[in-house]
């Protein structure tokens, strides 16, 4: 690990965080069928993965995953593709998921393009909110909220066994 990094959140605790998270959606969500999972490529989406594998071990009800990928660089031209059947949304609560929420613009785009579907309910979960937003977002269920320095940067490294969160 680089020296100007500093771990905020070890595998351990991102783990409990994903847990306390699962938890909360299901508790919000108790009677409802089906819970759609969506979550925004690359590293939103193995969070994703990792809060569906824990909610499906929780509850009773069907968790349904799919792959969001959003071009960050111009989402207004690009403005979104799932990877599965669009329908999946229909009438259903959606847990849009993303790992940090820096400016909140991958929120609040794909916020943006779930609109366009008739869906029940709609919640956002991250892994870190740097409560630096520069779109009108919020976010529903957060692991850990942190204040930084708009120098600062924080990622989260996902590793088969492993999930790191650094602050740099």
């Known amino acids: 690990m680089p020296a100007d990094r500093t771990v905020i959140l070890n595998n351990f605790q991102i783990t409990q965080k994903i847990n306390r ?6 508790e919000d969500n108790c ?3 089906e819970i759609v999972i969506v979550g925004i490529d690359k590293k939103g989406y193995l969070l994703a ?3 569906t594998e824990r909610l499906k071990a929780i509850s009773d009800c069907s968790i349904s995953l799919v792959k969001l990928t959003l071009n960050k660089d111009n989402p207004i ?3 979104g593709q799932l990877d599965g059947d669009e ?3 229909n009438d259903k609560v ?3 998921v993303d790992d940090v929420l820096n400016t909140g613009k991958a929120l609040i785009y794909g916020v943006k393009f779930l609109l366009d579907f008739p869906i029940k309910k709609m919640s956002t979960a991250v ?3 740097r409560n630096h937003k520069k779109y009108p977002i919020g976010t529903h269920y957060v692991g850990l909220s942190l204040s930084t320095t708009l120098q600062n ?5 996902f590793e088969v066994d492993d999930i790191c969160a650094y602050l740099s």
């Open 21 to 26: 998270i699962s938890y909360q959606i299901y």
């Open 31 to 33: 009677s409802e069928k």
């Open 49 to 51: 993965e990792k809060l």
């Open 77 to 79: 031209e690009n403005p």
């Open 87 to 89: 329908s999946i949304l």
């Open 94 to 96: 959606v847990i849009l």
């Open 127 to 129: 892994l870190v909110d």
């Open 153 to 157: 940067h924080i990622s989260v490294k």
